[in-house]
């Protein structure tokens, strides 16, 4: 039967172009999704990384908030006044290094966008070159 349609010179180019058009189509769909599972291993990496932060600057407030909580009980009134200016200078230094966290993760996400989009702008621009 094959032998039949490819003796037709149009049938021939029909069958071709299609080949073509599924060749085409397949890679397009490998394209997408490789993209798709770049983009999730990032997502799931930059989570991953924010959440083992949220847990351990958590870890560490809670341990100082018990310290203090301990402190106080057992302090006297001069000690409570001390106590307190110590908790006053805590959180400027927890809050210092979670602001400095917060920008590093600002820089990590930035420039991690600032690659996509020269990637995403070079596909399109070879891509327009090659149409």
């Avoid at 769909?29 to 990384?49: C, P, T």
């Avoid at 302090?75 to 979670?98: M, R, Y």
């Amino acid at each position: 039967m094959e032998l039949l349609e490819t003796q037709d010179p149009e049938k021939k180019k029909l069958i071709e172009a299609s080949n073509r058009h599924r060749l085409e189509m397949e890679r397009g769909v490998k394209d997408i999704s490789d993209r798709s599972e770049k983009a999730l291993k990032n997502g799931l990496i930059i989570g991953g990384a924010l959440a083992l932060t949220y847990v351990v600057i958590s870890q560490l407030s809670s341990s100082k908030s018990k310290k203090k909580k301990i402190k106080r009980a057992q302090a006297t009134t001069h000690e409570i006044a001390a106590t307190e200016e110590d908790a006053d200078e805590s959180p400027s230094l927890l809050s210092k290094i979670g602001d400095k966290l917060v920008s590093t993760a600002t820089v990590f996400l930035l420039d991690l966008a600032k690659e996509k989009l020269s990637d995403y702008l070079l596909h399109k621009k070879s891509k327009d070159e090659d149409s």
